[in-house]
């Protein structure tokens, strides 16, 4: 079929919640991807955040093969291997003693709600069930992920709201402080905000909202759905401030873009969803288990945290460079391969112009430009995208 029927088909066919680039992408491998005239791209949103391996990784592929053979799905009546291996290797690697299993990111975070809700009652005399969250944060669109999302763009028609939300500034501690009383189940935030402008806190916001958690009874959820799997140049966000949280989502890069969301929770906290209080068909299926267990050994393995950091450092310097000469450019912000550029006008001109020279990138709210590459990049592809960007600037 030719790409102008296929566009016009998917025009006319989906309920059009989304508004799509004019190219349909049919390959990929690695950092690169096709579309169906043969066109290749430099991917620089990796399925926004989500295939950091890169597009068909071997190890992955072999996994999906091989696990697509031996057994696609059971019910969480039964226990499977590839399940149990992966729930030890998220605790063993991190803050965490037990997982949930979903399949998506705002699926995560409705479990880490539930949860805090449910031990709160359970723990405290008084009733606590209140969220306290951040303006521009983002963390999914089911009822409760949009409620809890500072966006207001996000919400608007679909209101009523869940109760029990509030926000407050992001890295501001006062307004926490402030907004804390004996309703307060949780502080909820992004270790670094992604969708809502990839904005980096200061060094002493994570440390402080520990701490008013801790002096206040309150739960710190962490949703590193974007930050966590080495996205930032740590495995996890919070390791840069060397706090812990007491519950966090991930789904995003978990099983390089097989489906699959995690809630990941200390105890006791995490033994306030007791048996049959929370459940999931799809959750953690052997599958999509063996598939995050390949993804997280190679990531491991070829310590990619470690390689987003310093080709990070690589992409921000070219950057730095860039802001130097265009000053469309307001500010370079981020951390490892998570970077916002802030433009003096809105992003969407420059994202076509990259585009339409071979290089896909994503925005962060209306007048960021977002770069979130594969964690496999290596610096000369990022030197590549860096002079397209150049040439785009001075285009656009
Ligand atoms: C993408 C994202 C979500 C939502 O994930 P879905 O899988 O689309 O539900 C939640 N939180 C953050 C921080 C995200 O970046």
Redesign the pocket.
């Known amino acids: 079929m030719d790409t102008k029927t296929l566009l016009e088909w998917s025009e006319r066919y989906h309920v059009p919640t989304y508004s799509r680039a004019p190219i349909c992408l049919v390959r990929g491998e690695g950092v690169r991807v096709w579309d169906s005239d043969g066109r290749e791209y430099l991917d620089f949103t990796a399925g ?2 989500v295939v950091a391996l890169g597009h068909c990784h071997p190890r992955v592929t072999g996994a999906i093969r091989e696990a697509a053979g031996t057994l696609i799905h059971v019910s969480n009546l039964f226990h499977t291997a590839p399940q149990t291996h992966l729930a030890r290797f998220l605790c063993e690697n991190s803050f965490g003693d037990r997982v949930f299993f979903c ?7 409705e479990a880490a709600f539930k949860l805090a809700r449910r031990y709160c009652r359970e723990h405290f005399a008084s009733d606590r069930y209140e969220i306290i969250a951040m303006r521009n ?6 009822l409760a ?1 949009v409620t809890a999302t500072g966006q207001e763009k996000y919400r608007q028609g679909f209101e009523p709201l869940m109760p029990g939300f509030k926000h407050v500034p992001f890295n501001d501690l006062r307004a926490v402080e402030r907004a804390l009383d004996n309703r307060t189940a949780a502080v909820l935030l ?1 270790p670094v ?3 809502g402008g990839v904005n980096v806190p200061d060094d002493g916001y994570l440390p402080g909202l520990r701490k008013l958690c801790d002096e206040a009874g309150a739960l710190l959820i962490l ?5 966590g799997l080495g996205r930032t140049g740590t495995l996890w966000g919070y390791q840069h401030w060397g706090v812990e949280p007491d519950i966090m ?1 991930l ?2 890069g978990l099983a390089n873009g097989v ?1 699959i ?1 995690a809630m990941v929770a200390r105890d006791p906290v995490a033994r306030g969803l007791t048996a049959g209080t929370h459940a999931s068909t799809f959750g953690g299926t052997p599958f999509v288990a063996s598939v995050a267990l390949a993804t997280l050994t190679t990531l491991l393995e070829e310590k990619l945290p470690e390689r987003a950091a310093r080709v990070g450092r690589h992409l921000m310097n070219g950057l730095a460079a860039l802001k130097a000469k265009h000053s469309d450019i307001r500010e370079v912000r981020g951390k490892g391969l998570l970077i916002g550029i802030e433009l003096s006008r809105p992003a969407a001109a420059l994202v076509t112009a990259c585009r339409e020279a071979g290089l896909l990138v994503l925005t962060a709210g209306d007048m960021v430009l977002r770069l979130e590459p594969p964690l496999i990049v290596d610096e000369a592809t990022c030197d590549h995208a860096l002079a397209i960007l150049d040439g785009a600037l001075a285009k656009a």
């Open positions: 926004i955040g399949n998506s990111g705002a699926e995560a975070n944060s983002f963390h999914g669109r089911t992920t992004e905000q992604g969708e949703d590193e759905v974007q930050t989502t789904a995003k489906p969301g």
